[in-house]
């Protein structure tokens, strides 16, 4: 039988309606009570249960270690339902002495390292509270904060701690939540308490209160220079971008690792690494610093060494003793992780739970606030106390001075409350106090005693009195309490001495091409079927050479593993190569197209050294060219650059280098006729068709030359080189046909 379902139980509602409630309590939940941290004492939900539960487990720094599973076990059940697992990743972070700045749980066991390895699981894993803990718990039991039902309602949980201690911005935070995030880097404890004191400082001679704070981010940032992190290493952000930072509550910070120069003797020497950027995992740097190494992309570094114990020691060798240490270095942080930005992202909940980004200033006023809030709170309760002693001290005091009648009305009446109550005007309270004393409280001293506690106690009720009715005498104690929390945790002090280096921000160090590769002579061999390589040394006869069958030598040069090669192609285009990018000499080498996008149909005219400042003479099969700058041609991308526009039935097919004290220029062609005429006629161009050099009525141009008219005409024969100075019969003007070419010269009418 079915049940009857009542009209009135449905709501009839759109679907994007429903979706959007339910996505948006969802998203509520997870800002408020998951992800963003309490601007007031800096925690999220999870830890601020880890650490209440642990106080009621009675783990503080005096007591022995408990295991860490009967913690996560009552945080759990009672407080945070959820996982165990994340429940012990939260409590095992807060045990890293290299993720917290300042820890608040003492583990003892093994709660990971900083190279990436896990924690042991949590039944093997003893904690207890650090000393920062309890300043964060102190005077929780002295009503100095609200508290709650948990989710089942079976107990009671605070819904912020006092927090004696400035965690938000002393151990930082990270989190994302839904459509937010924040991450907040650690700061040190002693560089916040002298920024404290200076708006305190400051609000005192002003008539601005301190939640009205003017103190500018220029002033806050002399005090906090920037962040300070657990792992060390070295601030190198621009202090106008650190005061940006803090004034946004936006921004990031460039961090890099500490390190220092280890002299070995006879020159040598070795960098030591003794600080890595915060989060980065040492044995991960190390291996992907290996890698590269290994990849042949640190020339200028031969080795690295993880030589850490507890400290953190990573030992680099350098290639050679001529290598800069800070060149090193730069290349480093360039290329690994031992440079990385660590952003800032100041979302926090403020004190009615509401989301959003603060700036420095506010944060630290917030925390002040905070602190007073408390102090007012602990004041009226221990107001309350003081209260009640009084009361009871009263009361005995009348006792004393009566002593014999109230021994009488006790021995002797039936109801000696009511008739005490009546005889000497006292409360409930002070006859409870009186029947309940026991004789030994009778003797004279025990009285003496009485009334000075009576007399202290009035003169603390009158200072608590002063305190809550005067702002100025409320600040002047939390003052006083930052001021002794600075001591606590002071530069002299272990814990509290900064780790972080600020440094300068870097110079745009440009590392030259022959720093970033180590340098050695090759010769550069290119075969007539587009495989090229590089074989060790400069060759001297490279006849011995061999080639893939039906292949042989078209080019070779010497060169250095640092030099750039021009290739000049016949579509008109230059590309550059690196020569330590090509492959070595031992095999074929590689076709060249794999290196640079030469099109199908196009071959190389020329390969040639780039050395910067020459000039080139280029030309096509048109008889056309000009003179362009060799710094013009080199090419950024393996697409080449276009130098020489070409024609649909065109192509380029002669460069020359120009002599700086060339005056003429020969131009030959496959008609055999040469022509010669001032190098003046020809324009430089950075490109272009060119002009004309030569005319043809049968042939094409076949090579080009610029040289000294004096020195004459030179041309590559068998035995060796030879020049030709009698050239009158063949100087002429530019775009002449020339005459036949002198005797002598070779078959193939090329100067080379």
């Known amino acids: 039988m079915s049940k009857h379902v009542d009209s009135e139980e449905i709501r009839e509602t759109r679907l994007a309606d429903a979706l959007s409630e339910r996505y948006l309590s969802y998203a509520l939940s997870t800002i408020m009570s998951r992800s963003l941290p309490d601007v007031r004492d800096g925690l999220k939900p999870v830890h601020r249960r880890l650490l209440y539960a642990m106080r009621q487990l009675k783990l503080d720094p005096a007591s022995g270690y408990k295991k860490c599973a009967r913690v996560v076990g009552d945080v759990m059940g009672k407080y945070h339902p959820h996982g165990d697992q994340s429940i012990y990743d939260a409590m095992v972070r807060l045990a890293q002495e290299f993720a917290q700045r300042y820890p608040l749980v003492d583990g003892q066991g093994n709660f990971g390292n900083i190279d990436g390895d896990n924690a042991a699981a949590m039944r093997y894993t003893e904690a207890r509270l650090t000393e920062v803990a309890t300043l964060l718990l102190q005077g929780i039991d002295e009503d100095a904060i609200d508290f709650r039902d948990t989710y089942d309602g079976e107990e009671r949980e605070p ?3 006092p927090a004696a201690f400035p965690n938000l911005l002393a151990n930082g935070a990270a989190g994302i939540a839904v459509g937010m995030a924040t991450n907040i880097p650690p700061h040190n404890v002693s560089e916040l308490c002298d920024a404290m004191l200076h708006i305190i400082k400051t609000a005192k001679h002003t008539t601005d209160s301190i939640l009205n704070s003017r103190v500018t981010f220029d002033k806050l940032a002399e005090f906090i220079p920037g962040p300070d992190f657990p792992t060390g290493g070295e601030l190198v952000e ?96 360039r290329e690994t992780d031992m440079e990385t930005r660590v952003s800032l992202n100041l979302n926090v909940l403020n004190r009615e739970n509401v989301p959003g980004v603060m700036n420095l200033r506010e944060s630290l006023v917030a925390f002040l606030e905070h602190r007073e809030d408390v102090l007012v709170r602990t004041s009226k309760y221990r107001l309350q106390k003081i209260e009640h002693r009084l009361e009871i001290l009263g009361g005995l005091l009348i006792a004393y001075l009566n002593l014999d009648e109230v021994i009488r009305i006790i021995r002797e009446e039936d109801d000696a409350k009511k008739v005490l109550m009546k005889t000497f005007d006292l409360s409930d309270v002070q006859v409870e ?30 200072d608590l009195k002063d305190l809550l009715k005067t702002e100025t005498k409320r600040w002047k104690s939390v003052e006083a309490e930052l001021k002794t929390l600075k001591q606590t945790f002071g ?14 921000p870097p110079t745009t160090v440009i590392v030259p091409i022959e720093a970033m590769i180590e340098k050695e002579p090759v010769t550069v061999v290119y075969s007539e079927k587009g495989w090229i390589r590089a074989a060790k040394g400069h060759l001297e006869d490279v006849s011995g050479l061999k080639f893939k069958e039906g292949d042989k030598l078209k080019f070779w040069l010497h060169a250095e593993t640092t030099d750039k090669v021009l290739v000049f192609a016949t579509n008109g285009r230059f590309y550059t190569v690196g020569v330590d990018k090509l492959p070595g000499g031992r095999g074929h080498g590689e076709p060249i197209r794999l290196m640079v996008d030469i099109p199908n149909g196009h071959d190389v005219v020329k390969i040639m050294k780039f050395e910067g400042g020459r000039r080139f003479l280029v030309a096509s099969d048109a008889g056309r060219g000009f003179i362009v700058p060799e710094d013009e041609v080199a090419a950024q991308t393996k697409n080449g650059k276009q130098i020489l526009n070409v024609g649909t039935n065109d192509e380029a097919t002669a460069l020359a280098v120009v002599p700086d004290d060339a005056d003429h220029v020969a131009v030959i062609g496959t008609n055999r006729k040469l022509v010669i005429f001032p190098i003046d006629e020809l324009p430089e161009m950075g490109r272009g068709k060119g002009v004309i050099l030569q005319r043809y009525k049968d042939g094409v141009l076949s090579d080009i030359q610029a040289f000294k008219l004096k020195e004459g005409v030179s041309w590559q024969t068998g035995s060796g080189v030879r020049s030709e100075t009698a050239l009158k019969a063949w100087i002429g003007k530019r775009a002449g046909a020339g005459l036949i070419k002198p005797k002598g010269f070779p078959t193939n009418n090329r100067f080379s």
């Not at 530069?491 to 300068?504: A, D, H, S, V």
């Open 433 to 462: 106090a009186i029947l309940n004393m026991r004789l030994r409280q009778l003797r004279k001293l025990e009285e003496m005693e009485i009334r000075k506690e009576d007399k202290d106690l009035k003169a603390e009720r009158k």
């Open 491 to 504: 530069p002299k002090t272990e814990l509290g001495r900064r780790r972080t280096k600020i440094g300068t």
């Open 159 to 161: 819904v912020v701690l």
């Open 238 to 333: 621009s202090r106008e971008n650190v005061v940006e930072a803090y004034k946004t509550g936006r921004g990031s910070f460039r961090l890099r690792a500490s390190w220092e120069v280890e002299k070995l003797g006879q020159g040598l020497y070795q960098i030591v690494v003794t600080g890595i950027p915060y989060q980065v995992q040492k044995s991960r740097l190390i291996e992907k610093t290996a890698e590269l190494l290994l990849a042949r992309k640190l020339p200028m570094l031969a080795d690295i060494r993880d030589e850490s114990a507890e400290d953190v020691r990573i030992v680099l060798e350098p290639k050679s003793r001529n290598v800069e240490p800070e060149m090193l270095m730069e290349h480093l942080f």
